[in-house]
């Protein structure tokens, strides 16, 4: 068998041409994996690379049907960090604010902070109060961070 046939193997193709072909193999962190050269390589990769070629430095093999586990070629596609993120932005899949798993604050404490950011109270006090850095609340009040929430 060619690397193509083992990895396409691998593939719940049955929906035909235009359908996901899910892996079924091995999975780490939501997506497929499979070895070539010795080395792990993401499914969705490893499908990108044996029927379209080299994967440039930086890029992003990107799922147009946003199914991690996707290996039908039709669906990937070639993109920068930025590229994926405004996708998933775009598709409403971008995870911010309290939803993420990580969020020390809700929005109601970032809107807070915003406000108490306009006070002469001690930076370090805020922070503590909230359990955050003082870099976390000038990044909030910067909008590099809670930017859906607007100004």
């Given at each position: 068998r060619t690397t193509a046939e083992s990895l396409f193997a691998k593939c719940d193709c049955s929906?035909?041409?235009?359908?996901?072909?899910v892996w079924q193999g091995k999975v780490s962190r939501r997506y497929g994996v499979i070895s070539?050269?010795?080395?792990?390589?993401?499914?969705h990769r490893a499908a990108w690379l044996l029927t379209r070629g080299e994967i440039p430095a930086g890029m992003f093999v990107c799922h147009s049907c946003d199914r991690p586990l996707c290996?039908?070629?039709?669906?990937?596609?070639l993109g920068s960090h930025e590229d994926n993120v405004r996708d998933a932005v775009a598709k409403g899949r971008h995870i911010h604010g309290e939803r993420a798993p990580w969020a020390k604050l809700t929005e109601a404490d970032a809107l807070k902070i915003r406000c108490l950011m306009l006070t002469k109270a001690p930076r370090a006090e805020i922070a503590a109060?909230?359990?955050?850095?003082?870099?976390?609340?000038?990044?909030?009040?910067g909008g590099h961070s809670w930017k859906h929430l607007g100004t």
């Open positions: 929906g035909g041409p235009s359908s996901c072909w070539m050269g010795n080395r792990p390589v993401r499914a290996c039908n070629p039709a669906h990937l596609w109060s909230f359990g955050v850095t003082v870099h976390a609340l000038y990044r909030i009040t």
